[in-house]
């Protein structure tokens, strides 16, 4: 700060308006008649008739008693108020700043001492709005000139010696002593150049205690700070980023990972602040990478008063999010290879940084199941994070489609030898030249043959066709395969044993609605099937009225075996399935350490309790 010293009496100058408020009697808003429907008003009323009794133009200005309310302004946390009297140390030129605090009854003592330039002018240290910093400070960093103010409500005492002088000067605010209604006097005092602030608060359970708050503002602060005789430690901001970039002036972090909103992205010289910037992810993997930035003097960059914790949206800080979307494709370029969809590796080459096309690799296809998101069987498959395979010549993608059509034409490629070439779908690589190249399997279907010779599709005939479960005398599962524009190039077909149709009245996440039609092979096993009707079919409520979701699950899975024992075993096997998963279903209701002998007939149930054989 500039200045020359004073002793004697410190008065909080009023701060000054530029234009005097016009005063509208307020019986004048109320007289005056509108004559409706004509698009005029006629009225004798000065302030809506007669515009000579308005001034001619009007400007912003700042109502004289504001500093009245300075103490209803201004509520910061002790890691604020800390964070404003650090700034404005490193900004007076100090090398260092010493903080010594004690704790009585939940009431912290702090005294901040900075060897800075000290201030010049006293009365410019509580001239709310007016911060008395040089001209080049001013443009680099845009001071408040509120930093004091930050204690306001509070007593403190501030003593301080102007490198320029030889004297230095005491004076004490009491807490009701910010309002500018009471001049504050200034006293001699003994102190080296430099300034100190001394003052309480209050520790509040739901803040951080004056030791956590000291550490915080510490930690990345660029001067040493010394604690109660011993420097707190202090880091890098950008000491775990992966790669770094300058920018007027500012240094920007490429770090691995999401950006959270619990880690500060943002180093304004030691006042971190919680701000998402710039994220970029890449396709089919975890990799996640966003910026963090350590500001310099950057011209142009704001941030938003008084509290400093969140950036003003401006021109430079449009700019500043494009320099770090670069900085993040420039770390990408300098790795082996990378995943990025086609949209992000066309944006890397807009804003100049030229990268190879994206890693020729996709996840091994997996059939869609129930648990599909609103039919959308890419969202949710069994082999969702499963194995990665490398595209070559032989590589198909399956475009996806319902899970009672990829289920069993999964169990129709056990035996053909496209299965262990086929991958999934991943629509942000389309445009990548290898993407593109690729041939899709499309329009899959079940063709089936009834044991009286009709042939029909499963998968286009009306539902009057298949009213109910059919024992077929042969299944044919057939797929076109096509390039990625639409062009049939050949067709595939392979034997199966069981085909699935829905009724289109229905929601196909439904057992009842679910039509089979099956080979009488005897190699479909009920077990299977029931799996097959469990990916298929099984998707719980969530409704707050419905079971659990054991209990859901459990009645679906009694349904699914009944239906596949009566379809896949003869009557007498059926029965005796069906009464064991009954009996299995209960078996929690059976005797520990015993045996049970049950014989039902159609008149009585008996029941026989026997002990286990002891062990020879």
């Given at each position: 700060?500039?200045?020359?010293?004073?002793?004697?009496?410190?008065?909080?100058?009023?701060?000054?308006?530029?234009?005097?408020?016009?005063?509208?009697?307020?019986?004048?808003?109320?007289?005056?008649?509108?004559?409706?429907?004509?698009?005029?008003?006629?009225?004798?009323?000065?302030?809506?008739?007669?515009?000579?009794?308005?001034?001619?133009?009007?400007?912003?200005?700042?109502?004289?008693?504001?500093?009245?309310?300075?103490?209803?302004?201004?509520?910061?946390?002790?890691?604020?108020?800390?964070?404003?009297?650090?700034?404005?140390?490193?900004?007076?030129?100090?090398?260092?700043?010493?903080?010594?605090?004690?704790?009585?009854?939940?009431?912290?003592?702090?005294?901040?001492?900075?060897?800075?330039?000290?201030?010049?002018?006293?009365?410019?240290?509580?001239?709310?709005?007016?911060?008395?910093?040089?001209?080049?400070?001013?443009?680099?960093?845009?001071?408040?000139?509120?930093?004091?103010?930050?204690?306001?409500?509070?007593?403190?005492?501030?003593?301080?010696?102007?490198?320029?002088?030889?004297?230095?000067?005491?004076?004490?605010?009491?807490?009701?002593?910010?309002?500018?209604?009471?001049?504050?006097?200034?006293?001699?005092?003994?102190?080296?150049?430099?300034?100190?602030?001394?003052?309480?608060?209050?520790?509040?359970?739901?803040?951080?205690?004056?030791?956590?708050?000291?550490?915080?503002?510490?930690?990345?602060?660029?001067?040493?700070?010394?604690?109660?005789?011993?420097?707190?430690?202090?880091?890098?901001?950008l000491d775990s980023a992966l790669h770094r970039t300058s920018w007027r002036g500012t240094t920007i972090g490429v770090h691995a990972g999401s950006n959270s909103w619990k880690e500060p992205s943002v180093n304004f010289h030691g006042l971190t602040i919680n701000h998402k910037l710039v994220t970029v992810s890449e396709s089919l993997t975890a990799r996640h990478y966003h910026a963090r930035v350590d500001i310099g003097d950057t011209a142009g960059l704001q941030l938003l008063l008084p509290a400093r914790k969140e950036f003003v949206v401006n021109e430079a800080y449009a700019e500043l999010l494009i320099a770090c979307e670069r900085a993040i494709y420039e770390h990408i370029a300098l790795q082996p290879s990378h995943r990025l969809s086609f949209e992000d590796w066309q944006r890397a080459a807009e804003?100049?940084?030229?990268?190879?096309?994206?890693?020729?690799?996709?996840?091994?296809?997996?059939?869609?199941?129930?648990?599909?998101?609103?039919?959308?069987?890419?969202?949710?498959?069994?082999?969702?994070?499963?194995?990665?395979?490398?595209?070559?010549?032989?590589?198909?993608?399956?475009?996806?489609?319902?899970?009672?059509?990829?289920?069993?034409?999964?169990?129709?490629?056990?035996?053909?030898?496209?299965?262990?070439?086929?991958?999934?779908?991943?629509?942000?690589?389309?445009?990548?030249?290898?993407?593109?190249?690729?041939?899709?399997?499309?329009?899959?279907?079940?063709?089936?043959?009834?044991?009286?010779?009709?042939?029909?599709?499963?998968?286009?005939?009306?539902?009057?066709?298949?009213?109910?479960?059919?024992?077929?005398?042969?299944?044919?599962?057939?797929?076109?395969?096509?390039?990625?524009?639409?062009?049939?190039?050949?067709?595939?077909?392979?034997?199966?044993?069981?085909?699935?149709?829905?009724?289109?009245?229905?929601?196909?996440?439904?057992?009842?609605?679910?039509?089979?039609?099956?080979?009488?092979?005897?190699?479909?096993?009920?077990?299977?099937?029931?799996?097959?009707?469990?990916?298929?079919?099984?998707?719980?409520?969530?409704?707050?009225?419905?079971?659990?979701?054991?209990?859901?699950?459990?009645?679906?899975?009694?349904?699914?075996?009944?239906?596949?024992?009566?379809?896949?075993?003869?009557?007498?096997?059926?029965?005796?399935?069906?009464?064991?998963?009954?009996?299995?279903?209960?078996?929690?209701?059976?005797?520990?350490?015993?045996?049970?002998?049950?014989?039902?007939?159609?008149?009585?149930?008996?029941?026989?309790?026997?002990?286990?054989?002891?062990?020879?």
């Open positions: 700060m500039s200045g020359s010293p004073s002793t004697g009496t410190l008065a909080i100058p009023p701060l000054s308006a530029e234009a005097k408020p016009v005063t509208v009697d307020a019986a004048l808003c109320s007289a005056g008649t509108a004559e409706k429907g004509r698009g005029r008003v006629e009225s004798n009323d000065p302030v809506h008739g007669d515009l000579s009794m308005l001034p001619s133009s009007i400007r912003p200005s700042v109502a004289e008693n504001t500093i009245i309310k300075v103490t209803r302004l201004f509520n910061g946390t002790l890691t604020d108020v800390l964070n404003e009297l650090l700034q404005n140390a490193r900004r007076a030129g100090a090398s260092c700043v010493a903080i010594s605090h004690h704790t009585d009854d939940d009431i912290a003592t702090i005294c901040v001492t900075d060897d800075g330039s000290g201030v010049e002018q006293p009365a410019n240290l509580l001239t709310l709005g007016s911060s008395g910093w040089d001209g080049s400070t001013i443009a680099r960093e845009d001071p408040a000139g509120m930093g004091v103010f930050s204690l306001a409500g509070r007593e403190v005492t501030i003593t301080s010696c102007h490198a320029a002088h030889d004297s230095a000067w005491r004076v004490t605010i009491p807490a009701d002593g910010w309002t500018g209604e009471t001049d504050l006097v200034l006293h001699p005092a003994e102190h080296p150049i430099g300034t100190s602030l001394r003052f309480s608060i209050e520790q509040s359970p739901s803040q951080p205690k004056a030791e956590q708050a000291i550490a915080a503002v510490a930690r990345f602060f660029p001067l040493p700070v010394i604690v109660n005789g011993i420097e707190a430690k202090r880091e890098g901001f804003l100049g940084v030229t990268l190879p096309e994206a890693d020729p690799v996709l996840k091994r296809w997996a059939p869609a199941t129930s648990h599909s998101e609103y039919g959308n069987p890419s969202l949710s498959r069994q082999g969702a994070s499963g194995e990665e395979i490398p595209v070559d010549a032989g590589t198909v993608i399956v475009l996806g489609d319902d899970a009672f059509v990829e289920q069993p034409f999964d169990r129709a490629l056990v035996t053909h030898p496209m299965g262990p070439y086929l991958a999934a779908e991943h629509s942000s690589y389309a445009g990548f030249a290898w993407y593109d190249a690729v041939a899709r399997l499309q329009d899959v279907e079940f063709v089936v043959t009834t044991v009286d010779g009709q042939i029909l599709s499963a998968t286009e005939m009306a539902a009057d066709q298949f009213k109910a479960d059919l024992r077929a005398q042969a299944i044919a599962c057939r797929w076109n395969i096509a390039t990625a524009a639409g062009d049939v190039l050949r067709q595939e077909t392979t034997p199966t044993d069981i085909a699935l149709f829905v009724d289109d009245d229905y929601w196909w996440e439904n057992l009842e609605a679910l039509r089979i039609a099956w080979t009488d092979t005897r190699a479909l096993k009920p077990e299977e099937l029931v799996n097959l009707l469990e990916c298929v079919c099984f998707s719980p409520s969530d409704d707050s009225a419905a079971d659990s979701w054991d209990t859901q699950h459990e009645a679906f899975l009694r349904d699914a075996r009944s239906r596949a024992n009566t379809l896949l075993l003869s009557a007498d096997e059926a029965i005796v399935a069906n009464i064991r998963d009954l009996i299995f279903a209960n078996r929690w209701r059976l005797p520990q350490g015993r045996t049970v002998t049950i014989a039902i007939g159609q008149e009585a149930v008996a029941v026989e309790l026997g002990d286990l054989p002891e062990a020879a």
